[in-house]
């Protein structure tokens, strides 16, 4: 079981560890990466001890951006008549 649940906006993205970071009670950092949550991890652990806590986030917001390239639409020329 974890140790908690924590919505993705009270993580706080750390730029020297690339992931969002969330205070553990042993003084140290849970940890989560971008690419962790784009495959679908809601895991965020700690490296100093077992802890471990959920993250809450929309998994929509991490998806790959390329599948959406084809959603343009065409522009066709039309006759009327």
Known sequence: MSYDD???ED???NEELQAY????????LFQITK???KLGE??????SC?????VI???????????NKNLNP?????AVA
């Open 57 to 67: 986030y929309n998994a929509e917001d991490f998806a790959d951006q390329k599948s």
């Open 42 to 47: 809601e895991i965020a652990r700690c490296p």
């Open 50 to 54: 077992s802890l471990y806590i959920t």
């Open 74 to 78: 065409q522009k066709q020329t039309v």
């Open 11 to 13: 993580m706080e993205w």
């Open 6 to 8: 924590v919505e993705i």
């Open 35 to 37: 690419e962790e949550l």
């Open 21 to 28: 970071t969330y205070p553990c009670p042993c003084g140290d």
